[in-house]
C-alpha cells in the first residue's frame, strides 16, 4: 500500500551525523531537490511511518527510483535509575542495532538528533523522572548505551542488550554508576535583582578532560540547576538573556571528595 505523510532520510557517507528529511505525499511518492552543490555520489536512504520503518536502503545512486517498504516496528518504554534506585534526569539513552540498520544518529521521527555522543543510534534524553520513549524501533537485537552531558564520547557510563519485536513495547530499566557525577545550584542577579531567563553553562578547564556545554535556564527567583556535572575545574558562565545582554565567567574546582550527590 501506498503511504502518505512517511519522513524518509537522505545521508551520505561523507556527513554520517547530518541528513535532509522529505516527506510523502498522498500517492506515497518522495522527492529529493537537485543537490548538485554538495557533490553526492551515492546516499542511503530510510522511512518513517506511524509505529513502521523501512531498512536502510543502500549505496544509491542520484537519478533513479527507489522504492522502501515499511515494516512494522516495535517501540521502547525506559527508565534510567541510579544504583540506589533513584530517577537520573537527562541522560541521553541510545539504542544500537545489532546490525547497521539505522542510516545516521537520528530522532526517531527522521529528523536530525541534536545530541552527540557515542554511535549512530535512536536518541532519546531521559525525562525529569529518568523515563524515555522510543518509537518507531526495528525489531531485532539492539545495545542501549548511557551517557550523561559530562560523559566522554564513546565512553557510556552504563550498557545493555534487549530484544524489541514487532508490534510489542520492551520496557527497560538501566542502572547506572554515578560516582564522581553532581549537581551544581545557584542564583544569577543583577544588582541585587534575580534575572529569569539567564542561561548558565559549566565547561571543563582540565587539558584533556572532556564536558561538553551542560546548560540550565534560571526562573523567577534566579535559580539554575546544572545536573550531571563531573569533578574537575570548571568553567561556570551566565548569559543574559534580557536587554542587559551581558555575561559574566566564574572559575571553580570541585574535588571527587567534595562531590554531594
Known amino acids: 500500500n501506498l503511504v502518505a505523510g512517511a519522513s524518509v532520510a537522505l545521508m551520505t557517507e561523507d556527513n554520517p551525523t547530518a541528513s535532509i528529511v522529505q516527506v510523502t505525499d498522498r500517492n506515497g511518492v518522495f522527492t529529493f531537490p537537485p543537490m548538485n552543490h554538495l557533490s553526492i555520489s551515492s546516499f542511503y536512504l530510510q522511512a518513517y511511518g ?13 537519478g533513479k527510483d527507489h522504492v522502501l ?3 512494522e516496528a516495535g ?8 544504583k540506589a534506585g533513584y530517577a537520573v534526569a537527562e541522560a541521553i539513552v541510545i539504542a544500537i542495532p545489532k ?7 537520528m530522532s526517531v521521527d527522521g529528523s536530525r538528533s541534536s545530541v552527540y555522543r557515542g554511535p549512530n543510534g ?7 523522572r529518568g523515563e524515555f520513549q522510543m518509537e518507531p524501533v526495528f525489531p531485532g537485537e539492539l545495545t542501549f548505551e548511557v551517557y550523561l552531558a559530562s560523559s566522554k564520547p564513546w565512553y557510556p557510563i552504563a550498557t545493555a542488550k534487549a530484544t524489541v519485536q514487532a508490534g510489542r513495547t520492551l520496557n527497560a ?5 554515578l560516582d564522581g557525577v553532581a549537581e551544581i545550584e545557584g542564583t544569577v542577579t543583577i544588582d ?4 529569569l531567563n539567564t542561561i548558565v553553562e559549566v565547561y571543563t578547564d582540565t587539558r584533556g578532560e572532556w564536558m561538553r556545554g551542560i546548560e540550565a535556564t534560571t526562573d523567577e527567583k534566579g535559580w539554575y540547576l546544572l545536573r550531571n556535572v563531573r569533578a574537575g575545574n570548571l568553567r561556570i558562565i551566565a548569559y543574559d ?17 567534595e562531590l554531594q550527590i
Do not use: C, F, Y
Not at 50 to 62: F, I, N
Not at 75 to 82: F, L, S
Not at 192 to 195: A, D, L
Open 99 to 105: 546490525k547497521d540498520a539505522l542510516i545516521t544518529a
Open 50 to 62: 506511524q509505529d513502521a520503518m523501512s531498512r536502510r536502503s543502500g549505496r544509491l545512486g542520484p
Open 69 to 71: 517498504q515499511l515494516e
Open 75 to 82: 517501540r521502547i518504554e525506559g527508565v534510567v535509575v541510579d
Open 241 to 257: 538573556g534580557g536587554t542587559h545582554h551581558k555575561s559574566q565567567t566564574k572559575n571553580i574546582s570541585i574535588a571527587e571528595d
Open 192 to 195: 541585587g535583582e534575580p534575572v
Open 173 to 177: 530499566k538501566l542502572v547506572v554508576d
Open 122 to 128: 535512536i536518541k532519546a534524553i531521559t525525562t525529569q
